[in-house]
């Protein structure tokens, strides 16, 4: 378990990073409210987690630690919403269309509520 924890902790910190740098270099010169840094983080989240779910299918490639710390670790370091969009795309290639459609939708809606009821709850105290 501890092997497995220290896996996680290494691949979050060096996402956490990763995530700082790419946002950061993204942003450079950029004169917009548009969050460039935030969606090149998040698209590229998404191709690596691709990346490496496609390795993994190919066989035993990499070991157990080493998926954890890929995918867990470092996508979950860089973005969530790699994770969000690989478990989307599990659900489809299942056939869970409605499922799929729902647990985006959901997840987009509560996830905005949430993050305003958040604010509007600190700005009251």
């Known amino acids: ?3 497995t924890l220290v896996a996680i902790g290494l691949g979050s910190f060096v996402g956490g ?7 950061k270099v993204a942003n450079e010169g950029w004169q917009h409210s548009f969050p460039l840094g935030t969606f ?3 698209v590229l989240g998404c191709l690596a987690i691709g990346v490496f779910y496609a390795l993994f299918e190919r066989g035993n490639l990499l070991s157990a630690h080493l ?9 979950g370091g860089f973005t969530t919403f790699s994770t969000f969009a690989n478990e989307s795309l599990l659900l489809l290639r299942g ?7 729902f647990y985006v939708v959901l997840s987009l809606v509560a996830g905005l509520a949430a993050l305003y ?3 509007v709850v600190v700005k009251m105290l």
């Open 17 to 23: 990073v990763l995530r700082y740098l790419v946002g």
């Open 40 to 42: 090149v983080v998040n």
């Open 117 to 119: 009821a958040g604010y």
């Open 1 to 3: 378990m501890i092997k």
């Open 95 to 101: 056939g869970e269309f409605a499922l799929a459609a």
């Open 67 to 75: 998926r954890l710390f890929l995918t867990v670790g470092l996508c």
